[in-house]
């Protein structure tokens, strides 16, 4: 294994940026190659801490010569949002400079090139963040690792590799799948597959190609355990698509969770603004009409609660982590049965 540093330089003299990659050689050409990365939103850490309990069982397959294809781990993506703190809070979705997320704005290329990337020496801090999408580039397994706000463990999955990515899917033990089109923002994980769309079948290669987003919960699901089972979740994932041999993985099963379309996803805007009574937890299955909240807008008020029912029948995918909401703000995502009467192309939130 090698350790590199990557260097970023801030905007202005005196500040720079520094991430560590971690590679570790294949001993065979023919096999699929990884990249791994978390913390791209920098606050989001179950994917920090699988990373760090799958290290110790990357180097024993590398000290075995069980590791076929490269791998590539960036276990901190983004320095930047890493040393963002606003009033004594982190702040590691968006950067603070640009307001722009630092999970968009990625480059979509027409082709898997990274000759295609612009020159961004004089594009700023976070776009030369961004150019670093290079180190990803040509991998046939790309895991992007991130977390929702309170939630199951589920992955995103464009469409042109559904249903090959079923075994990746098992193999992981997530509970959920969401299938995507459309990528207009520019995510990481878009800026993955997106390449791949226009270009001959033997370069797409989508029977063997793993570009994902892994929501791994919460933010606040970051434990040893949780990490140990996650870091298990992808070393079976490589098994399974032939970066490591390890004969002691069994084949994953199919995957048995819930495949949900993107635009059956309910986001739930809220009506009010006030303090979320949440009558459901992520996992709870719910009926056409139940309630799912209560909005506390005028305490102690008549009239000052506004209750919020499903609009059909699904299950709960994730909620907010805090209480307090302005109106208009998403209160769920609730996976539906149907497509959404409020069905949202492309990225889901801001
Ligand atoms: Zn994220």
Redesign the pocket.
């Known amino acids: 294994m090698q350790k590199t540093i990557e260097r970023i330089a801030g905007d202005s003299e005196g500040v720079a940026y520094e991430f560590p990659v971690f590679r570790f050689g294949g001993t065979d050409k023919a096999a699929p190659s990884a990249y791994l990365q978390a913390a791209?939103?920098a606050g989001?850490l179950p994917g920090v801490v699988a990373i760090d309990a799958l290290m110790p069982m990357l180097a024993r397959a590398e000290a075995e010569g069980r590791i076929k294809g490269a791998i590539t781990v960036v276990p901190w993506a983004n320095p930047i949002g890493r040393a963002q703190y606003h009033f004594g809070e982190h702040q590691g979705?968006f950067n603070l400079g640009t307001r722009t997320n630092f999970?968009r704005a990625f480059p979509l290329l027409a082709a898997p090139d990274a000759k295609l990337l612009a020159d961004v020496s004089l594009g700023g801090a976070d776009r030369r963040l961004k150019k670093r999408v290079e180190l990803s580039l040509g991998n046939d397994i790309v895991l992007d690792l991130?977390?929702d706000d309170e939630g199951l463990p589920y992955i995103y999955i464009h469409t042109s590799l559904w249903p090959h990515m079923a075994d990746c899917a098992a193999a992981m033990g997530i509970d959920a799948v969401l299938l995507w089109r459309e990528d207009s923002s520019g995510t990481f994980e878009g800026a993955s597959i997106m390449p791949y769309q226009n270009v001959p079948a033997s370069v797409a290669r989508f029977d063997r190609r793993v570009a994902t987003t892994v929501e791994y919960r919460g933010m606040l699901d970051v434990d040893s355990g949780l990490a140990a089972s996650d870091a298990a979740g992808l070393y079976r994932l490589l098994v399974t698509r032939g970066v490591i041999q390890d004969p002691s993985v069994p084949k994953p099963s199919s995957f048995s969770g819930a495949v949900v379309p993107l635009e059956n996803i309910e986001m739930m805007p809220s009506p009010k603004a006030g303090a979320i009574l949440y009558d459901v937890k992520p996992g709870d299955r719910v009926n056409k009409g139940d309630r799912l909240a209560t909005i506390v807008h005028a305490p102690g008020e008549a009239g000052g609660r506004t209750e919020v029912f499903a609009p059909q029948s699904g299950f709960i995918l994730t909620r907010r982590s805090r209480r307090i909401i302005r109106a208009g703000e998403d209160l769920l995502k609730f996976a539906g049965d149907k497509r959404s009467a409020d069905a949202r192309s492309g990225t889901l939130e801001d």
Do not use: A, G, Q, S
């Open positions: 791209l939103h989001e979705r999970n991130h977390c």
